[in-house]
């Protein structure tokens, strides 16, 4: 049902990935660029001048946690920041601490059940003759 939602918003499949979504939009400067729609289960991230318009299109059709539209703070378990570069342009980062710390816990948990462990003092992350 959330790709008829996305359809009737003129959204269209990328042929590079299903969980990619996106239509052609102008700025009010006149600047053409895509509107883009990351969906993967239950997590949508949409990109975008005006992405509210796509947000509640979405909730027209589906409740959203909270009833809430907000900037993200995380997609995927990632953080995601808003920055500034030096030349004033305002743009997304994504942080990879928390994904990091999850992926290493997830790691840990796996070994402990094979009653293995990371190594505690590593000089490289792999070994020389790798």
């Not at 969906?39 to 959203?64: E, P």
């Not at 946690?65 to 570069?85: C, H, R, V």
Request: proline share 5%.
């Amino acid at each position: 049902m959330l790709a008829e939602t996305l359809y009737d918003l003129n959204y269209r499949l990328t042929k590079a990935d299903p969980d990619v979504w996106l239509r052609p939009a102008v700025k009010p400067d006149g600047f053409e660029y895509y509107e883009l729609v990351l969906c993967y289960v239950d997590d949508v991230l949409c990109m975008s001048h005006n992405a509210m318009k796509t947000m509640k299109g979405i909730q027209r059709s589906f409740k959203l946690k909270d009833d809430k539209i907000e900037e993200p703070d995380t997609y995927l378990g990632a953080g995601l920041s808003k920055m500034t570069t030096a030349n004033g342009t305002v743009c997304w980062s994504m942080l990879s601490e928390a994904y990091c710390k999850a992926a290493v816990k997830n790691v840990e948990q796996m070994l402990s059940e094979d009653g293995k462990r990371l190594p505690s003092k590593c000089d490289t992350p792999m070994k020389l003759a790798y």
